[in-house]
């Protein structure tokens, strides 16, 4: 799965020496009820469109230089019964550790897949990527998204006062990590 090359960043294990991957394209996650596979151009909908959903993005106050960065990904969330995509997960390019992002469907929330994508996505970055944490910055104001964190794994970080200027004039988001190298097993109920 890996090349040779080797790459120092932070946030990895190895003093910072991890292989660098390539070829996370060919990766394909499974929990047997939402599956992870590449983002195709195909699979952009008007979700991210939505009100209630758009709210919680903005543009960074300091943007990451452009970067060509193939070791970060960029999922589409797939329903394993249907082959339905219902959302997206992705790592901003640049950022070290990895920030990872997502989106649900407003249709498919409060099912658990939003806990189940972040889960795979995480346990793939911290158990096969290499890296020993993986960062997730969420407004304030999204609760949900606080919770599914939470039931992933994450732990509330502290806040970073000028990360993006949200849609409603906020500038702050909370800070969640998840560090370590064992899967995070969630509780799930039925």
Same mark, same amino acid.
């Given at each position: 799965?890996?090349?040779?090359?080797?790459?120092?960043?932070?946030?990895?294990?190895?003093?910072?020496?991890?292989?660098?991957?390539?070829?996370?394209?060919?990766?394909?996650?499974?929990?047997?009820?939402?599956?992870?596979?590449?983002? %195709?151009?195909?699979?952009?909908?008007?979700?991210?469109?939505?009100?209630?959903?758009?709210?919680?993005?903005?543009?960074?106050?300091?943007?990451?230089?452009?970067?060509?960065?193939?070791?970060?990904?960029?999922?589409?969330?797939?329903?394993?019964?249907? %082959?339905?995509?219902?959302?997206?997960?992705?790592?901003?390019?640049?950022?070290?550790?990895?920030?990872?992002?997502?989106?649900?469907?407003?249709?498919?929330?409060?099912?658990?897949?939003?806990?189940?994508?972040?889960?795979?996505?995480?346990?793939?970055?911290?158990?096969?990527?290499?890296?020993?944490?993986?960062?997730?910055?969420?407004?304030?104001?999204?609760?949900?998204?606080?919770?599914?964190?939470?039931?992933?794994?994450?732990?509330?970080?502290?806040?970073?006062?000028?990360?993006?200027?949200?849609?409603?004039?906020?500038?702050?988001?909370?800070?969640?990590?998840?560090?370590?190298?064992?899967?995070?097993?969630?509780?799930?109920?039925?």
């Amino acid at each position: 799965m890996f090349p040779e090359a080797i790459h120092r960043v932070p946030g990895c294990a190895n003093d910072g020496k991890i292989p660098h991957v390539t070829n996370w394209r060919t990766v394909s996650l499974d929990d047997g009820v939402v599956s992870l596979r590449q983002w %195709e151009q195909a699979d952009r909908d008007d979700a991210f469109r939505e009100p209630e959903l758009g709210r919680f993005f903005g543009s960074a106050i300091t943007p990451s230089p452009p970067v060509d960065d193939d070791e970060m990904p960029a999922f589409a969330i797939v329903l394993v019964d249907s %082959e339905h995509v219902v959302g997206k997960i992705w790592c901003r390019a640049g950022a070290r550790p990895p920030e990872i992002g997502y989106y649900l469907r407003r249709d498919a929330w409060g099912r658990g897949y939003a806990t189940r994508a972040l889960t795979l996505a995480t346990d793939w970055l911290l158990l096969d990527a290499g890296f020993t944490e993986v960062e997730l910055c969420i407004h304030p104001g999204n609760e949900r998204s606080h919770k599914v964190a939470e039931r992933s794994g994450y732990e509330r970080d502290g806040t970073i006062e000028d990360y993006a200027q949200f849609k409603d004039g906020t500038r702050r988001a909370l800070r969640f990590v998840r560090r370590g190298s064992q899967p995070h097993r969630e509780r799930r109920e039925g």
